[in-house]
Nanobody, 114 residues
Framework: VQLQASGGGLVQDGGSLRLSCAASQMRVAIYHMGWYRQAPGKQRERVASINTGGTTTYTDSVKGRFIISRDNAENTVYLQMNSLESEDMAVYFC?????????WGQGTLVTVSS
């Protein structure tokens, strides 16, 4: 199984990015999926999730700014990130909820400049 996160980059404070998580050898449609992030010196945290029914949840710090979605035909999970702040700088990963250790990929780096 591979979960390949992409779409990160350098963005100005207040800007937007759209992350993608392309899955192979698994179907995202049948899993509760999540986006996680890990900032330097901090523990990895889940920022958003979407269950098989399409219900979404968000950690408080990103509510109203991030949107998680899933395209079953493309077998991809997305994270639209708006109004980015310096506190959002981290490496972002996707995984199941709860996460499976062997599903962690390289992640994608999001850098926010002020």
């Amino acid at each position: 199984v591979q979960l390949q996160a992409s779409g990160g980059g350098l963005v100005q404070d207040g800007g937007s990015l759209r992350l993608s998580c392309a899955a192979s050898q698994m179907r995202v449609a049948i899993y509760h999926m999540g986006w996680y992030r890990q900032a330097p010196g901090k523990q990895r945290e889940r920022v958003a999730s979407i269950n098989t029914g399409g219900t979404t949840t968000y950690t408080d710090s990103v509510k109203g700014r991030f949107i998680i979605s899933r395209d079953n035909a493309e077998n991809t999970v997305y994270l639209q990130m708006n109004s980015l702040e310096s506190e959002d700088m981290a490496v972002y990963f996707c995984n199941t909820v709860p996460p499976k250790g062997h599903y962690w990929g390289q992640g994608t780096l999001v850098t926010v400049s002020s």
